[in-house]
């Protein structure tokens, strides 16, 4: 996986050191949806996730994405990710999915 697209964007909130890992989610200009779940809690990196059509709870964040980058911030282990294009095609099957980095560690929020 690539850290070349990513974006580090500070908060500087006592959380974040509870949310080390990093999930970027990259549309490629096809409706998707996609399901992340986690061991730990997950939280959207963005003002208002309802705006993004994402829904975050426990440790599972789901939404639509079709253009532009979605993130959220993660701890424990990244146990699943689903990605499917508008005709329910799963990844890797589609290359209309989007384009998804799961990066550990990641300190400098």
Not at 64 to 82: K, T
Request: glycine fraction near 12%; aromatic fraction near 6%; include cysteine.
């Amino acid at each position: 996986m690539s850290d070349n697209i990513m974006e580090k964007e500070q908060t500087g909130t006592s959380e974040d050191s509870q949310l080390p890992n990093l999930v970027t989610i990259v549309g490629r200009g096809v409706p998707s949806n996609f399901e992340i779940s986690v061991s730990g809690g997950i939280e959207m990196a963005a003002d208002n996730p309802v705006e993004e059509a994402t829904v975050v709870a426990g440790g599972v964040a789901e939404g639509l994405i079709d253009v532009g980058v979605q993130r959220f911030y993660f701890s424990g282990e990244c146990a699943n990710i689903r990605a499917v294009d508008w005709n329910g095609v799963e990844a890797p099957e589609s290359s209309s999915t989007p384009t998804i980095h799961v990066n550990y560690g990641v300190s400098d929020r």
